[in-house]
């Protein structure tokens, strides 16, 4: 008789799944060159024609904005690093509100904190788990300065009616696109709907060079700043004239020729990895949708989603059993993924915490030990972190979202079809889990 693995039985699968490796000779032979070159980094922190770095980050710069069909893309060595220098560009400062999605990565709402303004949560769609623009607008203020959007699991945001919002309102938008490089919001790549995108490439992105990021605008002003902040602004704003001081204090956030060079390598492989990608998903997703109570994600008219994570909603009233019983037991019948045996099996029973829950926000302590930015004297607003304030948000991460992470492009035919064995097994059995 067939038994669950959880309960004794035999695994669907021992055999480990293939890495995410996209790293070829191509890349290899561009290394080979930098370093026989001797040129490993060409970065000045003063004001010199070094400020602008090397041969290989010009040219990845220059490459990128001409794929995503922006005026600037400027290289930085990570996405977080990359919305520092966004928020920090739009001239955000203490007393300053900025609404952000509480279910991201944590950066994308401390490089509000970094600048001493207050990230404000909003919740989040039911179906497409992006910034929810009717609660966007009931949380803007006269403080607030911007919207921090967030492209969740590969998909754009609402840019019609969050952008309508910012125009209404005045205020910056800004793009994390992390997760959804590529993607399209009507024909426009995500990344270039707002203000400022910042895309990421560290190792588990869809393309990547260890660690890495680049910021994208059509806005000259933005980007002059943003390449400012990047490279030790407060030692270059005096030679070259800038009277705007707000935020001139610079970092290094430089991204080396190595990195530029594989990321140059690394674009021109984008579409095919995505094409891959979107199949692999489609393919479990139609599988899974014969299962009740297994609702594959929902896609917003006009875009595409290029699955940095296929997130499903699981309803446990259909499926009889609770939404972590389930995806333990479905867990228990694959094995790990190359190089990543660490994380255990790629699916999880969750929606993303909502960033607000964690401790900074809860005890409402940053920059020394008086509370600041959240009980400075200059900020009149009144935070609101309390369990509950992002409904949707914290439902879908308690009972009702799972995110798997087994559709990238080295997963062929016969991996996928392991997955959607060890569900329909789980599915069939699910009442004799202990």
Known sequence: MEKLAINGGSKIRNKPFPAY???????IKAVEKVLKSGILSKFLGSWDPGFYGGPQIKAVEKEWARYFKVKHAISVNSCTSGLYCAVGACGIGPGDEVIVSPCTMSASATS???????????????????????????????YTKAILVVDIYGQPYDREKINALAKKHNLYIIEDCAQAIGATYREEYAGTLGDIGVFSLNYHKHIHTGEGGMVVTSNDKLA?????????????????????????????????????????????????????????????AEKLKSLPGIIPPALRRGCSNVYYIQCFKYDENIVGISRNKFINAVKAE????????????????????????????????????????????????????????????????????????????????????DVIKAFEKVYKLRKTIK
Not at 253 to 282: V, W, Y
């Open 224 to 284: 002059e700043r943003i390449r400012l902040i990047r490279n030790h602004a407060e030692a270059v704003v005096g030679k070259m004239g800038v009277n705007n001081l707000v935020n001139m204090i610079g970092f290094n956030f430089r991204m080396t020729e190595i990195e530029a060079a594989i990321a140059r390598c690394q674009l021109l492989k984008l579409k095919n990895l995505l094409k891959k990608r979107t199949s692999n998903a489609n393919y479990i």
């Open 112 to 142: 509000i904190l970094v600048f001493n303004a207050i990230p404000v949560f909003a919740d989040i769609e039911e179906d497409y788990f992006c910034l929810d623009p009717k609660s966007v607008e009931k949380r803007i203020t006269k």
């Open 334 to 417: 694959l094995a790990p993924t190359k190089g990543r045996e660490r994380e255990g099996i790629l699916i999880a029973a969750r929606g993303g915490k909502p960033l607000y829950l964690q401790p900074i926000y809860q005890k409402m302590i940053a920059y020394g030990k008086k509370g600041c930015p959240f009980k400075c004297p200059w900020y009149k607003g009144k935070p609101n972190y309390k369990k509950g304030i992002c409904p949707v948000a914290e439902d879908l991460n308690n009972k009702q979202l799972f995110q798997l992470d087994l559709i990238h492009a080295s997963m062929e035919k016969k991996d996928l079809d």
């Open 21 to 27: 490796k996209v790293i070829n000779s191509k890349e």
